[in-house]
């Protein structure tokens, strides 16, 4: 299957923004207060592996998604399976992990609501270009 490269970069690139912003200014602080990370942990991780490999990651799932959403998929279609890939794929394997570490609803809330707006922009990004 052929694939617009040019939608899946973009599409990883929105995730990383989004991530930026989610787990920056949006959510940051209740994410840090669920998970325990401080400003001193969060200072001593290497940067360049951490948000080197997210990209990576983010890249190889919007590609996947792409090859899932095929070449005749629309901006409207592509966010509403988007929508659903990050809530009730994404999401609803992260609050069985979530139930199953007796994590708080909070952080299955900020990580599956990054994972749902992400799918959904990825969706929308690559119908839009195709």
Known sequence: ME????????AAVSA???GGLWYGPLFGKAW??????????AA?????????????????????FAMFLGPEVSLQHGAMYGFAA???W??????????????PFGLWAINAGY???AFTLFGAIIGALN
Do not use: Q
């Open 3 to 10: 694939l617009n490269w040019l939608a899946v970069g973009l």
């Open 16 to 18: 990383f923004v989004l």
């Open 32 to 41: 840090m207060a669920h998970t325990g990370m401080t400003e001193e942990k």
């Open 44 to 64: 001593a991780m290497n940067k360049a592996k951490v948000f080197g490999l997210a990209f990576i990651l983010s890249l190889f799932a919007a590609a996947v």
């Open 86 to 88: 990050g809530l009730f």
């Open 90 to 103: 994404v999401g609803a394997f992260m609050g069985i992990n979530d139930l199953f570490e007796d994590r």
């Open 115 to 117: 994972a749902t707006v």
